[in-house]
């Protein structure tokens, strides 16, 4: 037997059931007690009682519950890269790998708290951006995460590429992830217009998805502290988009 993972208290046909309860037992003790009156021969009075309280359980469970029945959010949660393209590399670390786990750690927290994921892939698959580009059809929010690299290997810090429409979310991201890894914002507060991206227009942004810089795989000390707290910093950002799909 598997039980779900919420209080099911929440139920309106288990709160009902129970409120019936309570009354039924108030009532018995009212007639027994105080009236000392047998209003009903003991069999009937059981009987009587089941059928209201199976009453009660039927009417909350017909009864609409808005807050229950909410359409969960879909989020559509991306690596980098693929297997056949490793990214920026450092030594025999590869940011397809990464991101992958990154990817992987999001994913995780997302669905605990009920959303609905698209990935690019299970495990260590990771599927090319084409593949990635069409899973954001549909979904309320799509992230992709990627890492930084760069000549000198003191370049470091945390941004996200997207639309202006998406700056306070892409800032909302970048802050989470930085905070857990210790890192720095770039751009405005973590937020970089994809306009004035070194990289230009970029396929996954036009979309409509955001792409997350966790950082540079070239600066050694924030590749260690990014392979320390990578779980951390995927469950702030998890919070992030599920924050926002409350919101929204």
Not at 226 to 248: T, V
């Amino acid at each position: 037997m598997k039980l779900i993972n919420e209080s099911v208290w929440k139920f309106d046909s288990v709160k009902y059931g129970a409120y019936m309860a309570l009354f039924l037992s108030c009532i018995h003790l009212v007639l027994q007690e105080v009236y000392n009156a047998n209003v009903l021969p003991e069999p009937y009075q059981t009987i009587v009682s089941l059928g209201l309280m199976f009453l009660a359980v039927l009417i909350g469970r017909k009864k609409a519950q808005p807050n229950l029945q909410q359409p969960l959010g879909f989020a559509t949660i991306t690596a980098g890269h693929s297997n056949t393209d490793p990214g920026a590399v450092n030594g025999k670390v590869k940011e397809a790998d990464l991101v992958v786990n990154f990817r992987n750690a999001v994913t995780h927290y997302l669905r605990e708290a009920g959303l609905q994921v698209k990935t690019d892939g299970t495990g260590t698959k990771n599927d090319p951006l084409s593949a990635a580009v069409k899973l954001i059809q549909g979904s309320s929010v799509a992230v992709e995460f990627h890492m930084n690299a760069a000549a000198s290997k003191q370049a470091n810090g945390v941004e996200t590429i997207a639309l202006p429409k998406d700056k306070k979310l892409a800032q909302d991201l970048s802050k989470a992830v930085a905070d857990a890894l210790g890192s720095r914002l770039r751009g405005d507060n973590g937020w970089i217009d994809q306009s004035k991206s070194a990289r230009g227009r970029l396929a996954y942004v036009n979309a409509g998805g955001l792409i997350v810089e966790l950082g540079f795989i070239s600066n050694e000390d924030e590749l260690a502290r990014f392979n320390a707290r990578y779980w951390l910093a995927a469950k702030a950002a998890a919070k992030i988009l599920i924050d926002y799909e409350n919101c929204n």
